[in-house]
Nanobody, 129 residues
Framework: QVQMVESGGGLGKTGGSLRLSCTAS?????????MGWFRQAPGKEREFVAA????????HYVDSVRGRFTISRDNAKNTVYLQMNSLKLEDTAVYYC?????????????????????WGQGTQVTVST
């Protein structure tokens, strides 16, 4: 059974930064998987935020965070990170990490939630002025 454990959420200020982490265990079950971050704001559907491949670290972002957020991963630790800079009020949401075996550098731009097999429990990010 795969467990995805997120950390690093909390309160942030507009223009500020937060960093999320997510570790998948046991590592053997998600080795080679593309890792992603999704978010869900109150009253809205879950949306894709960013994803990164296992090999080569190819990344893909939703337009609303490109240039502000950076996804990265440490394969040795089976951990994915989301560095969130220049926070905006509209970044307020529950953030979920997820893992998928179905994406690589050729199709990561089409990443969708239904193709991710494993999910974390979510971590709240609240941005205020």
């Amino acid at each position: 059974q795969v467990q995805m454990v997120e950390s690093g959420g909390g309160l942030g200020k507009t223009g500020g930064s937060l960093r999320l982490s997510c570790t998948a265990s046991p590592p053997a079950l998600t080795r080679g998987y593309t890792m992603g971050w999704f978010r869900q704001a109150p009253g809205k559907e879950r949306e894709f935020v960013a994803a990164i491949t296992w090999i080569g670290g190819t990344t893909h972002y939703v337009d609303s965070v490109r240039g502000r957020f950076t996804i990265s991963r440490d394969n040795a630790k089976n951990t994915v990170y989301l560095q969130m800079n220049s926070l905006k009020l509209e970044d307020t949401a529950v953030y979920y990490c997820a893992a998928s075996p179905k994406y690589d550098h050729r199709n990561i731009h089409s990443a969708q939630a239904q193709e991710f097999d494993y999910w974390g429990q979510g971590t709240q990010v609240t941005v205020s002025t």
